[in-house]
């Protein structure tokens, strides 16, 4: 049986399957059923579901109702989980102080190095900082070439 493409995704991709409107909607949705179809998987720091709750927290165009069953949803879909150990996160530090991004930022970096996938995002900043250390597209791109 053929491995699976495996990409890691970051929270500006992932909070897009949870959102009305937003830029790239279309890319994201098509990514998601990419995953839905088993053509590929999906990995990311498990930080990824306290970043898309809060940006569903955060969304006012959600009600209270709305954002209690997208929080058991983000669950039930989320990525494959990356676990940072010592080391990983001592190189994301790095990382992050070097290339000036949030550690979480450095966190998806680091765990697309460490399984040797490519990372997908749709933050221009995060894509700069990636690109220097492993294959990187922009959502956009990325969903062109999906499997």
Request: aromatic residues 8%; contains cysteine; charged residues 25%.
């Given at each position: 049986?053929?491995?699976?493409?495996?990409?890691?995704?970051?929270?500006?991709?992932?909070?897009?399957?949870?959102?009305?409107?937003?830029?790239?909607?279309?890319?994201?949705?098509?990514?998601?059923q990419?995953?839905?179809?088993?053509?590929?998987?999906?990995?990311?720091?498990?930080?990824?579901?306290?970043?898309?709750?809060?940006?569903?927290?955060k969304?006012?165009s959600?009600?209270?109702?709305?954002?209690?069953?997208?929080?058991?949803?983000?669950?039930?879909?989320?990525?494959?989980?990356?676990?940072?150990?010592?080391?990983?996160?001592?190189?994301?530090?790095?990382?992050?102080?070097?290339?000036?991004?949030?550690?979480?930022?450095?966190?998806?970096?680091?765990?697309?190095?460490?399984?040797?996938?490519?990372l997908?995002?749709?933050?221009?900043?995060?894509l700069e900082?990636?690109?220097?250390?492993?294959?990187?597209?922009?959502?956009?791109?990325?969903?062109?070439?999906l499997?």
């Amino acid at each position: 049986m053929p491995r699976l493409a495996r990409f890691v995704i970051d929270a500006s991709v992932f909070v897009k399957w949870f959102s009305v409107g937003e830029e790239f909607l279309a890319e994201a949705l098509a990514l998601r059923q990419s995953l839905a179809d088993g053509r590929l998987q999906l990995v990311a720091p498990d930080l990824i579901v306290f970043e898309t709750c809060n940006a569903i927290r955060k969304s006012p165009s959600i009600t209270d109702e709305d954002a209690r069953l997208l929080a058991r949803e983000v669950l039930e879909v989320r990525p494959e989980p990356f676990e940072l150990n010592a080391d990983t996160a001592e190189q994301a530090m790095t990382l992050a102080r070097r290339e000036g991004v949030s550690f979480y930022d450095a966190s998806y970096i680091m765990a697309a190095k460490t399984l040797g996938c490519t990372l997908i995002t749709a933050d221009e900043k995060q894509l700069e900082a990636a690109r220097k250390h492993v294959p990187s597209k922009h959502l956009k791109d990325a969903y062109l070439t999906l499997p």
